[in-house]
């Protein structure tokens, strides 16, 4: 499975995937068809599942300025996502703004023995089933369709 299947499989569910969505180690941004943001990720010995409120879930946009400077400067501007039509994916960024309305958290320690960053050697095809199984948890509404 590579990035861009699951990105499509997550589509068909309404799950927009964003970057900086990144394959290894796993981490997922992606915006929920409720305007709501949705935080996967796999580091050290955890997996992690976050959902912000809509409020909270950002567009990071880079503005390139003209400056009398050698270097060109480039600053990003954000943008709240709701009513913000992306048309380049590849030239922005999500970013969450504030604490996670829900969150669920699987523990590779208790779970698995894992005792260092094993989480984030995951491929996609082993972290999937963990974020299906913390979806479940956190949206289940997203989860039965899945099913």
Request: glycine letters at 8%.
């Given at each position: 499975m590579t990035l861009s299947d699951w990105t499509a499989e997550l589509a068909l569910r309404g799950i927009t995937v964003?970057?900086?969505t990144t394959a290894v180690p796993v981490e997922l941004h992606a915006s929920l068809p409720d305007g709501r943001g949705l935080h996967f990720r796999c580091r050290g010995t955890r997996a992690t599942l976050r959902v912000f409120h809509?409020?909270?879930?950002?567009?990071?946009?880079?503005?390139?300025?003209a400056t009398p400077t050698e270097l060109p400067l480039v600053t990003e501007v954000w943008l709240p996502l709701a009513g913000t039509r992306v048309l380049e994916r590849q030239l922005v960024r999500l970013v969450f703004t504030g604490a996670p309305a829900a969150s669920a958290e699987m523990d590779g320690a208790s779970r698995f023995g894992?005792?260092?960053h094993e989480?984030?050697?995951?491929?996609l095809r082993e972290a999937k089933p963990l974020f299906e199984e913390l979806l479940s948890g956190v949206l289940p509404e997203l989860a039965a369709?899945?099913?």
């Open positions: 964003l970057p900086p809509a409020e909270a879930v950002q567009l990071a946009v880079p503005v390139r300025e894992w005792s260092g989480a984030g050697l995951l491929r369709v899945a099913a």
